[in-house]
């Protein structure tokens, strides 16, 4: 039989190779370019484009914070706790502010209001507006009449207690705050609190003077005044005030003599000899 025998027909064209069919009803039956799944989801943008950007919306804001995050009530009550902090903190600066501040109307009329908030916590050893600066130099001296261990009376000479905290300052580059100012603040705490005959003033003038009288024991007894195994029986203080002398270019004219304020003598309670002052 040849090529041209009954039944022979026109050669066929080449089948391209033939995969594996899929099932009835797979949708990777649709038509498409072979090797591509037409039923893979694919990216939509916010506007419908098919090749917008996969990442989709922006998300929505996060969770509130702080007092947002709170319910109203408690955003209430928040609200008026920080009221009362700011209305506090407005009348405590207010108040140390006229403290501190020079002579005016609201001090002349409030004065007292204003002195019973600040003293003690708060008191300002300052003033506002260029304060006069110290023209005097005022130094605390003191002495002691004791009895010596053998049991012989003697009073000591005068201990310059002004000059052993400048001693102590001088050249320190971190005095501390008692050789600054234990001393000189009890000096005007005394003075503040008594006239000029040495008669309290106020009601103050009694704790003035037990707190002054403390300090001066206590430096007497660290300094050994009356000898080891000595007992001091009373103390008395005086003041030396001397001018700080002008600048040579200034014209004025001030004395350098020293003026003393002598106190009278102050007896030691039971408690407050041989160590017992504290």
Not at 11 to 40: I, K, S, W
Not at 165 to 193: K, M
Request: aromatic share 6%.
């Amino acid at each position: 039989m040849n090529a041209y025998d009954a039944g022979a027909g026109p050669p066929r064209e080449a089948e391209a190779p033939r995969g594996p069919e899929a099932p009835a009803g797979d949708p990777r039956a649709a038509d498409g370019p072979p090797g591509v799944r037409t039923d893979a989801p694919q990216a939509v943008d916010p506007a419908g484009d098919p090749a917008g950007d996969p990442a989709g919306p922006p998300a929505g804001p996060g969770p509130r914070g702080g007092v947002a995050a709170l319910s109203p009530r408690h955003q209430v009550v928040a609200a008026l706790a920080l009221a009362v902090v700011a209305v506090a903190v407005c009348v405590h600066v207010g108040m140390v502010f006229l403290h501190v501040a020079p002579s005016n109307t609201v001090t002349k009329t409030h004065g007292e209001a204003i002195d019973e908030y600040v003293y003690p916590e708060f008191e300002q050893n300052w003033k506002l507006f260029a304060p006069n600066p110290l023209q005097q130099n005022i130094a605390v001296q003191v002495r002691a009449d004791v009895r010596t261990a053998d049991g012989t009376a003697r009073t000591t000479g005068w201990f310059d207690l002004s000059a052993q905290d400048g001693r102590g300052i001088d050249g320190n580059l971190v005095p501390s705050h008692t050789q600054q100012n234990q001393l000189r603040r009890a000096w005007d705490f005394y003075v503040g609190s008594h006239d000029s005959d040495n008669r309290s003033a106020n009601s103050r003038g009694s704790l003035s003077e037990t707190y002054l009288r403390n300090i001066v024991v206590l430096r007497l007894e660290r300094g050994e005044a009356a000898g080891r195994g000595g007992a001091i029986e009373r103390v008395q203080v005086r003041s030396r005030t001397t001018n700080v002398p002008a600048p040579p270019w200034s014209t004025d004219k001030n004395t350098s003599r020293p003026v003393y304020r002598v106190l009278p003598w102050w007896p030691l309670p039971a408690g407050e000899t041989e160590g017992g002052a504290r």
